[in-house]
């Protein structure tokens, strides 16, 4: 972590019961500094949300505004590590480290892809 500090300001922050997650828009203030990372922001956030672990909190499309000292990205703090599984894009999850990825070859994912395209209906499923 830098010396200089920054600011959190969440905007239109909203309780999603639904997909069991609170939302909201997260603007950074850290001026003279040129980025915070997400780790410091996340540990940040979930002190200030009472969060008791920081993988339930998914931050990304983080944008730095122009002439520095700002940026704006988007939040969500899942109630737990089950809802963030299910709900979560793959790629998030990779990233916040609760799932492996899983390394194909490319040539075995298109065969898989026309392997399944002559079958039907359930079939599909059972296709390795």
Do not use: W
Not at 24 to 41: M, T
Not at 86 to 93: S, T, Y
Not at 94 to 119: P, Y
Request: aromatic letters at 8%; proline letters at 2%.
């Amino acid at each position: 972590m830098s010396t200089t500090s920054c600011t959190l300001r969440t905007r239109k922050f909203m309780t999603n019961r639904l997909l069991a997650r609170r939302q909201f828009i997260l603007d950074v203030l850290h001026p003279g500094r040129a980025n915070v990372p997400k780790a410091e922001l996340r540990e940040k956030l979930a002190k200030m949300y009472d969060v008791s672990d920081n993988a339930c909190v998914s931050l990304f499309g983080f944008r730095t505004q122009f002439g520095g000292g700002k940026s704006t990205g988007f939040g969500l703090i899942y109630d737990n590590i089950d809802s963030m599984k299910k709900f979560e894009p793959k790629h998030r999850v990779i990233r916040a480290g609760l799932k492996d990825k899983v390394t194909k070859s490319r040539k075995q994912i298109k065969e898989k892809k026309n392997r399944v395209k002559k079958l039907r209906g359930g079939e599909k499923n059972k296709v390795l």
